[in-house]
């Protein structure tokens, strides 16, 4: 087995779990510095992740319209070609004057910056936020909340379940 066959996730070997109360604190200190941003007349999530954070988001700035882009690009841990499987829908470019003015894209994590890129090229003035952001991304991100190193895999609360821990004693930590 070579290392390319390994998951990115085994590679990376730096886990950051996130609880949903963590989750949750983060996107409201996400909407705090957003809130500074706006006004924005929509928002767009990109599914799947930036849905939880764009529904947190939209709530706490009293934002009811909200759209999806639909793009895969990891089956599961492994990155593969980007699949566009839904569009941004027309009268959400058109609320942007076709290029994003005004409007909020949410997701919850930027890596590589392959997704942002293409979501971004869409709608070149939107405003681009995630929660938390690797390096190489990070230069495509408007507004995020916590940055974490490149060799950084992020767990979400949605992924995760409550599991037996060992004790410490016997090699676990
Ligand atoms: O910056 P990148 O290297 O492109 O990675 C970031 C993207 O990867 C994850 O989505 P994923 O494709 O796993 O789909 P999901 O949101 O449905 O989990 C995450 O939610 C981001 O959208
Ligand atoms: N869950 C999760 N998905 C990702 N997609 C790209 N990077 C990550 C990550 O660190 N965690
Ligand atoms: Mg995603």
């Not at 390994?6 to 779990?17: A, C, H, M, V, Y």
């Not at 924005?40 to 988001?57: D, E, Q, S």
């Not at 009293?62 to 999806?68: E, K, L, N, Q, S």
């Not at 495509?140 to 949605?158: A, C």
Request: contains cysteine.
């Amino acid at each position: 087995m070579t290392a390319s066959d390994l998951s990115k996730q085994d590679r990376t070997g730096r886990p950051f779990p996130v609880s949903w109360d963590q989750f949750h604190r983060d996107c409201r200190a996400l909407t705090w510095r957003l809130n500074e941003v706006g006004p924005f007349k929509a928002v767009i999530a990109i599914t799947r992740g930036g849905l939880v954070p764009a529904a947190i988001v939209a709530r706490e700035l009293g934002i009811r319209v909200i759209d999806t882009v639909c793009i895969a690009s990891y089956d599961h841990d492994k990155q593969e070609a980007l699949q566009l499987l839904k569009p941004i829908s027309a009268d959400i470019v058109a609320l942007g004057a076709g290029t994003g003015e005004g409007v909020l894209i949410v997701d919850d994590l930027v890596d590589t910056g392959a997704t942002a890129r293409v979501v971004r090229d869409m709608m070149p003035a939107a405003h681009f936020a995630t929660v938390y952001a690797k390096p190489l991304g990070r230069p495509l991100v408007d507004t995020f909340i916590t940055e974490v190193s490149q060799d950084t895999w992020i767990y979400f609360p949605w992924d995760l379940g409550l599991s037996f821990q060992p004790p410490m004693k016997d090699g676990a930590g």
